[in-house]
């Protein structure tokens, strides 16, 4: 029952920074596990990072650690993808999505946005 929408997405040569936003629809959106996911063109979508309801438990894919930091502000409805020394492998469509626990799937996605890392 909740409505996302990334943004932040962009062009950055490699070794620069960009933040990922992903904005939900209202108040309910602290009730959700939030997840970061990325799609290359002919790859699989792939988890990157996700944070629990109350932000206080981060996971990442091995690839991005030490790299990429996900973070929440419940109050403005928001998860951040904070990604530094970017690389052209992280070239994707990234989505954030959510889910009510890890019972469920990830039913929530959002529309999308463009990350290119140029070298």
């Known amino acids: 029952q909740v409505q996302l929408v990334e943004s932040g997405g962009g062009l950055v040569q490699a070794g620069g920074s960009l933040r990922l936003s992903c904005t939900g629809s209202d108040r309910t959106f602290s009730t959700y596990i939030v997840g970061w996911f990325r799609q290359a063109p002919g790859k699989d979508r792939e988890f990157v990072a996700r944070?629990?309801?109350?932000?206080?438990?981060?996971d990442y894919v091995e690839s991005v650690k030490g790299r990429f930091t996900i973070s929440r502000d419940n109050v403005e409805n928001t998860v951040y993808l904070q990604m530094n020394s970017l690389i052209p492998e992280d070239t994707a469509v990234y989505y954030c999505?959510?889910?009510?626990?890890?019972?469920?799937?990830?039913?929530?996605w959002g529309q999308g946005t463009q990350v290119t890392v140029s070298s």
């Open positions: 944070i629990s309801r109350s932000g206080g438990s981060t």
């Open positions: 999505a959510a889910r009510f626990s890890s019972t469920y799937g990830y039913a929530y």
